[in-house]
C-alpha cells in the first residue's frame, strides 16, 4: 500500500490532483475544500495520505492533507452502502470536526447533504460510527479540543443548542468562534455560544 505521496503540484481538477514524483504523475482523488486549499498554494511540493482501491480493472487513489481526514475516510467507507465517493462527498460538505459531532447527536440530516448520499446510508453512517469516532483516538483529531473532558463540554453545549431549536452545524460553528471554550463550563460556553448565533 501507498502511505503517502510528496510530489509537486502539476495539475488540479474539478475532483482530482496529479502529482509528480520523480517523472511519475499520480492522479489522487479527494474533495472539492482540499482541492480549494491546494489550489491556493501553487505547484510547490505537497504531500497527501493516500487511500488505494484496487478493482480488476482500475487502481484508484484518494487522497488528503492530513491523517485524521484520510482515517476518518476509511472508517466512512467501512460503513456498508458508502463507497469512496459517497464517502469524499460526506467530506466534502462535513470537516471531521463536524461529522464528529453531526453522529454523535445523531444529525444523519447533515451527513445526507451530501451528493449521492440518502437518508437512509446517513443513518447507517450514524449507527455504524457512533462510539467508533472517538476523540483523542487515532481515528479522529478533534482541533482544538484535544482531551476528552473537554470534547464532553463541547457535546453537551452541541445537544443543548441543538434542543432549543438550531441546526447541529449552527451549534458547532457558535462554539468554535467562542475564544477560550475549551476551559468553560457547559453553562458558560452555552451562554456564549448563543451570543454568537
Request: aromatic share 6%; no cysteine.
Amino acid at each position: 500500500m501507498i502511505h503517502y505521496i510528496k510530489g509537486q503540484l502539476i495539475e488540479a481538477g474539478t475532483e482530482s490532483v496529479i502529482l509528480d514524483n520523480h517523472g511519475i504523475g499520480y492522479e489522487i482523488f479527494t474533495t472539492g475544500r482540499v482541492l480549494q486549499s491546494l489550489t491556493r498554494q501553487g505547484k510547490e511540493e505537497i504531500q497527501l495520505y493516500t487511500h488505494m482501491q484496487i478493482r480488476e480493472d482500475e487502481w484508484t487513489l484518494f487522497g488528503f492533507p492530513d491523517r485524521s481526514d484520510i482515517r476518518v475516510f476509511r472508517q466512512l467507507i467501512s460503513v456498508s452502502g458508502v463507497g469512496p465517493k459517497a464517502a469524499l462527498a460526506i467530506l466534502n460538505v462535513l470537516t471531521v470536526e463536524e461529522l464528529y459531532y453531526a453522529i454523535q447527536s445523531g444529525d444523519s440530516k447533515s451527513i445526507a447533504k451530501a451528493q449521492g448520499v440518502g437518508p437512509k446510508t446517513a443513518q447507517r453512517v450514524v449507527v455504524d460510527l457512533k462510539g467508533v469516532l472517538q476523540p483523542g483516538s487515532e481515528t479522529i483529531d478533534v482541533d482544538g479540543f484535544a482531551g476528552t473532558e473537554d470534547v464532553n463540554v463541547i457535546s453537551e453545549t452541541a445537544e443543548a443548542l441543538t434542543a432549543l431549536g438550531y441546526s447541529n452545524m449552527d451549534a458547532l460553528r457558535a462554539i468554535r468562534r467562542v475564544e477560550g471554550a475549551e476551559s468553560m463550563t457547559v453553562e458558560q460556553l452555552l451562554s456564549q455560544a448563543l451570543r454568537k448565533l
